[in-house]
Nanobody, 127 residues
Framework: DVQLQASGGGLVQAGGSLRLSCAAS????????IGWFRQAPGKEREGIAC????????YYADSVKGRFTISSDNAKNTVYLQMNSLKPEDTAVYFC????????????????????WGKGTQVTVSS
């Protein structure tokens, strides 16, 4: 079975850091682009970062550029999202997704037609 399991969320004060993990299984990790999305209550889903594990290329939304870093550990089939300088507006459910055909870039962050979606992990940033 295909699984994308996000973990690492929690409650943190503004200015703090968290590292999220997305553990993938059931598909060939190296062939896919994998990214992070988030959705806050009452807001639309937002794609924030994506990576191609096979070559390490990355792409970020402007809202997180310079604060968040996406990386992958191909031996562990895991993608990470290091989140620094967190703001209350970063509060959301964060989840990961993978796609075979889409490459890293703005199209991926639109999130349409993804092959696989994982369940989310809650991130709450207090002011």
């Amino acid at each position: 079975d295909v699984q994308l399991q996000a973990s690492g969320g929690g409650l943190v004060q503004a200015g703090g850091s968290l590292r999220l993990s997305c553990a993938a299984s059931g598909f060939n990790f190296d062939d896919y682009a994998i990214g992070w999305f988030r959705q806050a209550p009452g807001k639309e889903r937002e794609g924030i970062a994506c990576i191609s594990p096979i070559d390490g290329s990355t792409y970020y939304a402007d809202s997180v550029k310079g604060r968040f870093t996406i990386s992958s550990d191909n031996a562990k089939n895991t993608v990470y999202l290091q989140m620094n300088s967190l703001k209350p507006e970063d509060t959301a459910v964060y989840f990961c997704a993978a796609d075979l055909l889409l490459r890293v870039g703005v199209q991926f962050l639109l999130g349409y037609g993804m092959d696989y979606w994982g369940k989310g992990t809650q991130v709450t940033v207090s002011s």
